[in-house]
């Protein structure tokens, strides 16, 4: 399969020479009425199916099976994730189809359930293009189109309309048990007859850890309010955790790190489709003095721990978008707003009670070590002002920003994620490290690539572990994990920021060929940390000097004349398929 997706791209490489390569991947190209009614009269069978690359978005209303093939063989690490896609087509009529897969028997006999493949039909969901990428847009000003995202995993059967295609995507997950060698199954497809396709699958005998022991610090933010309003619960109900736990664990299975937890009423000031209200309660006694209520709180990050996420506590914001602070005020028998400037003595005042409760309320939960207040980029003096605040309070707070990098503050921050157009210089780099910080780097509606837009190549995904890596950072992190727009399932745009920008998954839960990819992307720098270090325990000089040679290739502004498959597919090949 690798050869003809090499194939592809190549050629597809050469009309997008005078092109920004990557930038003009994310649009499909533009077929008439006239050409896909002829490309569908000449396919030939009638009712088919083959295999597709899980590195591209195929358009439902078109077919062309030049680009597909009747066998396919996958490379896997034991404990890895891999997928393939399976392309179901029908010209003419509509056709019901079935897909499954059997066992995989290997050279030497050895066996692997069928239990170990997930499949699930693609589905699709509007989306427009980055242009200017953040600010607010308007449908209509933009060139939108239906893509391939949705995973609706467990669903194997369908009906394909007629002169349409049906992806179907097909995860194996290799036991850590598993021997390795040579296996081969096949994938049935019944769709008025039965199509088989052969599929090899490569077990190297190599082992990825479980996800969670992955040194990957993984952080996208999660939005509990979105999952009540879609699935129609009440904000923190039972069923409302209940409808939760699947989305939280699949997020574990992932590698999240962090709890994402409000302290305040909309950190991010009501930028989002849903609201975003705070786990504490804030209440002003009529004799001045301060309670907070953290019932929700401590309800809300054991739930989460529960499902597997819980090595940080990342608590938003001193310092949010819009200084306003909600607090109900017993005088006044009213919610009052406290809209003092950052640093101000009124403003220190304000925060001052709460942290010093907040600090003896971790403490006493055991929680503290492990808990951050988070920050986004802000004006130098207000960063200052708020970093000394939280030092006064306890000098033991840690602190995240994401942002800019700034040596003023840099050593003041425990977990700072830069901006793509940042790296950390290599000094700093090796000092955070050995001080136990978390150094890592994000990108959100300002970077048109390498990004997990729903219209961006799914490989670009892959590429950021792969540049996480070479950029020597340990993660990346992302907004947001589930702020849903009105209906994700039919519509990614939303009224500000290109589309998909504020989500990974989809209400289900169900995943997404980007949220797959970015796992791939996850374990892939999990491997090449296994090999870095094997590496150096070995002094194998040849085996350091290859992999110092396929990272190097990793750099942003590359990817405006080789698109992130190509580089993607080459490093693999180099390290991971020998």
Known sequence: MREITLFVTFF??????????SLALQKPEVVSDDAKRAEWLSVSPEIGARFGSANQRYPSDRMDTKSLQTCDTLVAWRGERVHTQVLIWSAGTDTKFSVSVGRLKSDTHSTLSPKAFTIGTIGYTMTDEFAPGCGHRRPQDFDSFMVADIIHTGVRTGVVAANTVQPVWISLRVPETAAAGTYSTTVTVKAGGAIRLPLVVRVLDRQLPPASRWKF????WQHPAAIARVHGVKRWSKQHFRLMRPYMTMLAAAGQKNITASIVEEPWGHQTYDDFPSLIGWTKRKDGSWSFDYTLFDRYVEFVMSC????????YSMVPWKIAFPCFDETTGKTEIFTHKIGSPEY?????????????HLKAKGW????????????MAAMQAVIGLLKSIDPEWKIALAGDYHPEIEQDIFDYCVASRWVFPHDVLQRRRSEGKRSTWYTCCTEKYPNGFTFSPPAEHVWLGWYTAASGMDGYLRWAYNSWPADALTDSRFTAWPAGDTFQVYPGPRSSIRFEKLIEGIQDYEKLQI????????RNTELSEQIEGVLDGFKIQLLS????????????QKLFEQ
């Open 12 to 21: 597809t490489t050469l009309w997008l020479t005078a092109q920004d390569i």
């Open 217 to 220: 610090e993984l952080d996208l």
């Open 308 to 315: 597997g996420i819980g090595e940080r506590i990342n608590c």
């Open 348 to 360: 220190n005042a304000f925060w001052a009670p709460m942290l010093t409760d907040f600090t003896r």
């Open 368 to 379: 503290f070590a492990k808990t951050v207040i988070a920050m986004d980029e802000r004006p």
């Open 531 to 538: 090999l870095i270090r094997e590496a150096h325990a070995t």
């Open 561 to 572: 004349g080789t698109p992130a498959e190509r580089m993607v597919l080459d490093a693999k």
